[in-house]
């Protein structure tokens, strides 16, 4: 069973900063499909990355992705005010046949 | 453009049953695999159960096998979770989300609001 272990729970950081997120995988992931979402209070999770650096529709490009086998990241190069939110990993197609990381947290420092 | 609106949440006793609904709209529902993921108060988010587009095939989470049967009516552009057997840690806003690769169990490109489930006694 793959388990995604994200690091760390909580970043705090400044508007403008980068921001750089863990996503481990028990095992490999299959032919690197993990994705990212992000979560705002009260909101709907929003796909971000998809196949592990792959941007979704409409995702700035301040947004990267990055990795493979067990060790993903993703990047925000910048960040901005709306990106303080919560973030969480995804495995599809392994086994279990998805899973999602327990999320990291985003605040303002 | 692409909307799922879930509905059927409310408080239920443990041991008890719901039907979750889950209606489509904006693409052509048929062709599409779609999920139920959930997420408890404050916590993250957790899969549920998959569905093929033609309903061929259908997969779920351990902790739900044989008490949560997901289904879908393409001619109502309709996605199901029909749970029986309710726990007190089925507590969970339900969210349906489209998969908008075929073959595989994918990324989720489009979710909807999600409807709360409350199981308390």
């Known amino acids: 069973e793959i388990v995604l272990t994200q690091s760390p729970g909580t970043l705090a950081l400044s508007p403008g900063e980068r921001a750089t997120l863990s996503c481990r995988a028990s095992q490999s992931v299959t032919s690197d499909y993990l994705a990212w979402y992000q979560q705002k209070p009260g909101q709907t999770p929003r796909l971000l990355i998809h196949d592990a650096s792959v941007r979704a529709t409409g995702i700035p490009d301040r947004f990267s992705g990055s990795g493979s086998g067990t060790d993903f990241s993703l990047t925000i190069s910048r960040l901005e005010p709306e990106d303080f939110a919560v973030y969480y990993c995804q495995q599809y197609g392994g086994s279990p046949l998805v899973t999602f990381g327990g999320g990291t947290k985003v605040e303002i420092k | 453009q692409v909307q799922l609106v879930e509905s059927g949440g409310g408080v239920v006793q443990p041991g008890r049953s719901l039907r979750l609904s889950c209606a489509a709209s904006?693409?052509?529902?048929?062709?599409?695999?779609v999920h139920w993921v959930r997420q408890a108060p404050g916590k993250g988010l957790e899969w549920v159960a998959v569905m093929s587009p033609d309903g061929s095939l259908r997969f779920y989470t351990d902790s739900v096998k044989g008490r949560f049967t997901i289904s879908r009516d393409n001619s109502k552009n309709t996605l199901y979770l029909q749970m029986s057997s309710l726990r007190i840690e089925d507590t969970a806003v339900y969210y349906c989300a489209r998969d908008p690769v075929l073959g595989r169990p994918d990324y989720l490109d489009y979710w909807g609001r999600g409807t709360l489930v409350t199981v308390s006694s």
């Open positions: 904006g693409f052509t529902f048929s062709t599409y695999v």
